[in-house]
């Protein structure tokens, strides 16, 4: 059963600030009606006496509730997320490695099989002296490889954290907005 197919669960908000779950036919505390939402329940909250949807503003004092609680409930948020990116972009970023990683060792088989056949040892001279060169150039490009995984890495987390910062003060705003027209009301 998907999101749209489950029943949604109606929360009434009494004057007093009181929840009730219709459901469960008892009065519930922020935190749980948090763990309903973490839990993936439809719910919808509305005030007793005019009926009016408070959804939004009753889910936001969930999260100012649980800000309270943790103290960094906002760099947690961001932690989290950077978190969830890490894991998101080190797939590709494994594959585009590996598949570079294939590149170069087909490209370094050409240089030994054409250092080969267009160089034989001269008398004297021992095999190692021509693989030297490949070993040079091997080593350069394992630095270049790595050198372009951080930077594609870095590149990519700093876009995230910038496009993190602007959410995380967009949400500071709403909540300082929510938290102005919460205490006008009461």
Do not use: C, F, W
């Not at 309270?68 to 594959?95: D, F, H, W, Y």
């Not at 004297?124 to 040079?136: D, L, M, N």
């Not at 630095?143 to 876009?159: G, M």
Request: proline share 2%; no cysteine; glycine share 2%.
């Amino acid at each position: 059963m998907d999101q749209d197919q489950k029943k949604i669960i109606t929360i009434k908000r009494y004057s007093n600030r009181k929840l009730y779950d219709t459901s469960q036919s008892r009065y519930i505390t922020l935190a749980e009606l948090g763990e309903l939402v973490r839990r993936g329940e439809n719910i919808e909250v509305i005030d007793n006496d005019t009926r009016a949807d408070l959804t939004e503003m009753t889910l936001t004092q969930v999260l100012m509730a649980q800000q309270k609680q943790k103290q960094k409930g906002i760099r947690n948020l961001v932690q989290s997320q950077a978190e969830i990116l890490l894991q998101r972009i080190s797939v590709p970023v494994q594959q585009i490695r590996d598949e570079a990683l294939r590149q170069v060792e087909k490209q370094v088989e050409k240089l030994k099989r054409r250092s080969e056949s267009q160089e034989s040892p001269e008398a004297g001279e021992t095999p190692e002296v021509h693989e030297r060169p490949i070993a040079s150039i091997l080593t350069k490009l394992e630095s270049l490889k790595a050198s372009s995984d951080e930077k594609l890495l870095s590149l990519l987390l700093v876009q995230r954290l910038e496009q993190l910062e602007s959410e995380v003060a967009d949400l500071k705003r709403r909540l300082e907005l929510l938290e102005k027209k919460d205490d006008e009301r009461y």
